[in-house]
Antibody, heavy 118, light 111 residues
Framework: EEHLVESGGGLVQPGGSLRLSCTASGFTFSNYWMSWVRQAPGKGLERVANMNQDGSEKYYVDSVKGRFTVSRDNAKRSLYLQMNSLRVEDTAVYYC???????????WGQGTLVTVSS | DVVMTQSPLSLPVTLGQPASISCGSSQSLVHSDGNTYLHWFQQRPGQSPRRLIYKVSNRDSGVPDRFSGSGSGTDFTLKISRVEAEDVGVYYCMQGTHSYTFGQGTKLEIK
Protein backbone atom coordinates (compact mmCIF):
# COMPACT_ATOMS: atom_id res chain seq x y z
CA GLU A 1 0.00 0.00 0.00
CA GLU A 2 1.29 3.42 -1.00
CA HIS A 3 2.27 5.62 1.92
CA LEU A 4 3.85 9.05 2.37
CA VAL A 5 5.06 10.38 5.72
CA GLU A 6 6.22 13.96 6.21
CA SER A 7 8.40 15.22 9.03
CA GLY A 8 10.43 18.25 9.99
CA GLY A 9 7.76 20.84 10.67
CA GLY A 10 7.79 23.10 13.70
CA LEU A 11 7.97 26.64 15.00
CA VAL A 12 10.58 28.93 13.50
CA GLN A 13 11.21 32.66 13.65
CA PRO A 14 10.87 34.86 10.60
CA GLY A 15 14.07 34.69 8.57
CA GLY A 16 14.83 31.22 9.86
CA SER A 17 15.22 27.91 8.05
CA LEU A 18 13.60 24.50 8.17
CA ARG A 19 14.01 21.28 6.22
CA LEU A 20 11.01 19.07 5.56
CA SER A 21 11.30 15.41 4.66
CA CYS A 22 8.86 12.98 3.07
CA THR A 23 9.49 9.26 3.08
CA ALA A 24 7.66 7.02 0.65
CA SER A 25 6.76 3.35 0.81
CA GLY A 26 4.63 0.89 -1.11
CA PHE A 27 5.58 2.05 -4.60
CA THR A 28 8.64 2.62 -6.79
CA PHE A 29 9.51 6.16 -5.66
CA SER A 30 12.00 6.76 -8.46
CA ASN A 31 9.27 6.36 -11.11
CA TYR A 32 7.25 9.40 -10.08
CA TRP A 33 7.21 13.16 -10.04
CA MET A 34 6.75 14.36 -6.48
CA SER A 35 5.31 17.59 -5.09
CA TRP A 36 4.98 19.72 -2.01
CA VAL A 37 1.54 21.31 -1.58
CA ARG A 38 0.71 23.63 1.31
CA GLN A 39 -2.38 24.90 3.04
CA ALA A 40 -2.33 28.00 5.20
CA PRO A 41 -4.66 27.91 8.23
CA GLY A 42 -8.26 28.08 7.06
CA LYS A 43 -7.17 28.61 3.45
CA GLY A 44 -7.03 26.64 0.22
CA LEU A 45 -4.37 24.50 -1.39
CA GLU A 46 -1.25 25.76 -3.17
CA ARG A 47 1.40 23.78 -5.01
CA VAL A 48 4.74 24.92 -3.63
CA ALA A 49 7.25 22.87 -5.59
CA ASN A 50 7.57 19.75 -7.65
CA MET A 51 10.30 17.78 -9.31
CA ASN A 52 10.69 15.01 -11.80
CA GLN A 53 12.02 11.53 -11.30
CA ASP A 54 15.74 12.27 -11.50
CA GLY A 55 15.68 15.82 -10.17
CA SER A 56 16.56 17.45 -13.48
CA GLU A 57 13.29 19.45 -13.56
CA LYS A 58 12.07 21.54 -10.67
CA TYR A 59 9.24 24.04 -10.49
CA TYR A 60 8.27 26.48 -7.77
CA VAL A 61 5.41 28.84 -7.03
CA ASP A 62 6.65 32.41 -7.50
CA SER A 63 6.35 33.30 -3.82
CA VAL A 64 9.03 30.79 -2.77
CA LYS A 65 11.49 31.08 -5.66
CA GLY A 66 14.99 31.78 -4.40
CA ARG A 67 14.05 30.76 -0.85
CA PHE A 68 12.89 27.13 -1.09
CA THR A 69 14.72 24.21 -2.69
CA VAL A 70 13.15 20.86 -3.48
CA SER A 71 15.33 17.78 -3.74
CA ARG A 72 15.07 14.02 -3.58
CA ASP A 73 17.12 10.93 -2.79
CA ASN A 74 15.70 8.00 -4.71
CA ALA A 75 17.89 5.50 -2.86
CA LYS A 76 16.30 6.65 0.39
CA ARG A 77 12.85 7.01 -1.20
CA SER A 78 12.72 10.50 0.17
CA LEU A 79 11.67 13.97 -0.92
CA TYR A 80 12.91 17.14 0.79
CA LEU A 81 12.04 20.80 0.99
CA GLN A 82 14.72 23.16 2.25
CA MET A 83 13.01 26.38 3.34
CA ASN A 84 15.16 29.45 3.97
CA SER A 85 14.31 33.07 4.75
CA LEU A 86 10.97 31.96 6.09
CA ARG A 87 8.16 34.49 6.31
CA VAL A 88 5.03 34.63 8.43
CA GLU A 89 3.00 33.94 5.30
CA ASP A 90 4.77 30.59 4.85
CA THR A 91 2.87 29.29 7.87
CA ALA A 92 0.93 26.28 6.64
CA VAL A 93 0.50 22.54 6.67
CA TYR A 94 2.89 21.14 4.08
CA TYR A 95 1.81 18.00 2.26
CA CYS A 96 3.95 15.69 0.22
CA UNK A 97 2.08 14.19 -2.73
CA UNK A 98 2.79 11.75 -5.53
CA UNK A 99 2.21 13.15 -9.00
CA UNK A 100 1.52 10.58 -11.73
CA UNK A 101 1.49 13.51 -14.12
CA UNK A 102 -0.01 16.93 -14.65
CA UNK A 103 -0.94 17.54 -11.03
CA UNK A 104 -3.18 14.51 -10.66
CA UNK A 105 -1.86 13.87 -7.14
CA UNK A 106 -3.07 10.41 -6.22
CA UNK A 107 -1.42 9.87 -2.84
CA TRP A 108 -0.89 12.41 -0.08
CA GLY A 109 0.89 12.38 3.23
CA GLN A 110 -0.72 13.44 6.48
CA GLY A 111 1.03 16.81 6.38
CA THR A 112 3.48 18.60 8.66
CA LEU A 113 2.77 21.99 10.22
CA VAL A 114 5.21 24.84 9.76
CA THR A 115 4.62 27.90 11.93
CA VAL A 116 6.63 31.03 11.28
CA SER A 117 6.26 33.42 14.17
CA SER A 118 8.31 35.56 16.51
CA ASP B 1 -1.33 32.55 -14.74
CA VAL B 2 -4.51 30.55 -15.17
CA VAL B 3 -7.18 31.53 -12.68
CA MET B 4 -9.62 28.88 -11.50
CA THR B 5 -12.99 30.07 -10.22
CA GLN B 6 -15.33 27.80 -8.32
CA SER B 7 -18.98 28.37 -7.49
CA PRO B 8 -20.62 28.30 -5.15
CA LEU B 9 -18.06 28.70 -2.38
CA SER B 10 -20.55 27.43 0.19
CA LEU B 11 -22.99 24.63 -0.59
CA PRO B 12 -25.58 23.58 2.00
CA VAL B 13 -27.31 20.41 0.84
CA THR B 14 -30.03 18.20 2.28
CA LEU B 15 -29.08 14.56 2.72
CA GLY B 16 -30.10 12.51 -0.30
CA GLN B 17 -30.33 15.54 -2.56
CA PRO B 18 -28.03 16.26 -5.51
CA ALA B 19 -25.21 18.79 -5.46
CA SER B 20 -23.25 20.49 -8.20
CA ILE B 21 -20.02 22.49 -8.14
CA SER B 22 -18.85 24.57 -11.07
CA CYS B 23 -15.26 25.32 -11.93
CA GLY B 24 -14.21 27.78 -14.60
CA SER B 25 -10.77 28.54 -15.95
CA SER B 26 -9.46 31.79 -17.40
CA GLN B 27 -8.18 29.93 -20.46
CA SER B 28 -8.77 26.62 -22.14
CA LEU B 29 -7.40 23.63 -20.29
CA VAL B 30 -6.94 21.54 -23.42
CA HIS B 31 -3.28 20.62 -23.55
CA SER B 32 -1.33 20.44 -26.80
CA ASP B 33 -1.32 16.65 -26.35
CA GLY B 34 -5.12 16.66 -26.56
CA ASN B 35 -5.74 15.90 -22.90
CA THR B 36 -7.51 18.16 -20.44
CA TYR B 37 -5.77 18.13 -17.08
CA LEU B 38 -8.59 19.15 -14.78
CA HIS B 39 -8.87 17.23 -11.53
CA TRP B 40 -11.11 17.28 -8.48
CA PHE B 41 -10.03 16.77 -4.88
CA GLN B 42 -12.02 16.30 -1.69
CA GLN B 43 -10.77 17.35 1.72
CA ARG B 44 -12.80 16.09 4.64
CA PRO B 45 -12.49 17.95 7.94
CA GLY B 46 -9.13 17.29 9.57
CA GLN B 47 -7.91 15.11 6.71
CA SER B 48 -5.47 15.34 3.85
CA PRO B 49 -6.86 15.99 0.39
CA ARG B 50 -7.97 13.01 -1.65
CA ARG B 51 -8.27 12.81 -5.41
CA LEU B 52 -11.79 12.02 -6.62
CA ILE B 53 -11.69 12.67 -10.36
CA TYR B 54 -8.79 13.08 -12.77
CA LYS B 55 -8.73 14.42 -16.31
CA VAL B 56 -12.28 15.79 -16.12
CA SER B 57 -14.30 12.64 -15.76
CA ASN B 58 -12.21 9.68 -14.60
CA ARG B 59 -13.36 8.57 -11.19
CA ASP B 60 -10.74 7.11 -8.84
CA SER B 61 -11.07 3.59 -7.52
CA GLY B 62 -12.96 3.54 -4.27
CA VAL B 63 -14.84 6.74 -5.08
CA PRO B 64 -18.60 6.14 -5.00
CA ASP B 65 -20.32 6.30 -8.37
CA ARG B 66 -22.57 9.08 -7.10
CA PHE B 67 -19.62 11.38 -7.90
CA SER B 68 -19.17 12.40 -11.53
CA GLY B 69 -17.15 14.97 -13.41
CA SER B 70 -17.86 16.60 -16.73
CA GLY B 71 -16.98 19.59 -18.85
CA SER B 72 -14.60 20.80 -21.50
CA GLY B 73 -12.48 23.78 -22.48
CA THR B 74 -12.99 26.27 -19.68
CA ASP B 75 -16.10 25.01 -17.89
CA PHE B 76 -16.25 21.99 -15.64
CA THR B 77 -18.65 20.48 -13.14
CA LEU B 78 -18.50 18.04 -10.25
CA LYS B 79 -21.83 16.44 -9.44
CA ILE B 80 -22.94 14.36 -6.50
CA SER B 81 -26.15 12.54 -7.33
CA ARG B 82 -27.27 11.99 -3.71
CA VAL B 83 -25.34 13.65 -0.92
CA GLU B 84 -24.39 11.52 2.06
CA ALA B 85 -23.03 12.61 5.44
CA GLU B 86 -19.52 11.45 4.56
CA ASP B 87 -19.43 13.93 1.66
CA VAL B 88 -19.05 16.90 4.01
CA GLY B 89 -15.85 18.76 3.32
CA VAL B 90 -14.18 21.11 0.87
CA TYR B 91 -13.95 20.34 -2.83
CA TYR B 92 -11.21 21.76 -5.03
CA CYS B 93 -10.79 21.75 -8.77
CA MET B 94 -7.19 21.93 -10.00
CA GLN B 95 -5.73 22.44 -13.44
CA GLY B 96 -2.42 20.90 -14.46
CA THR B 97 -2.38 22.02 -18.09
CA HIS B 98 -0.70 25.40 -17.55
CA SER B 99 1.49 24.95 -14.48
CA TYR B 100 -0.73 24.10 -11.51
CA THR B 101 -3.59 26.14 -10.09
CA PHE B 102 -6.32 25.29 -7.61
CA GLY B 103 -9.78 26.75 -7.35
CA GLN B 104 -10.70 28.49 -4.10
CA GLY B 105 -12.59 25.49 -2.76
CA THR B 106 -16.29 24.82 -2.19
CA LYS B 107 -17.40 23.93 1.30
CA LEU B 108 -20.19 21.36 1.27
CA GLU B 109 -22.24 21.06 4.43
CA ILE B 110 -25.43 19.28 5.37
CA LYS B 111 -28.46 21.51 5.71
Amino acid sequence: EEHLVESGGGLVQPGGSLRLSCTASGFTFSNYWMSWVRQAPGKGLERVANMNQDGSEKYYVDSVKGRFTVSRDNAKRSLYLQMNSLRVEDTAVYYCARDPGWGAWDYWGQGTLVTVSS
Amino acid sequence: DVVMTQSPLSLPVTLGQPASISCGSSQSLVHSDGNTYLHWFQQRPGQSPRRLIYKVSNRDSGVPDRFSGSGSGTDFTLKISRVEAEDVGVYYCMQGTHSYTFGQGTKLEIK
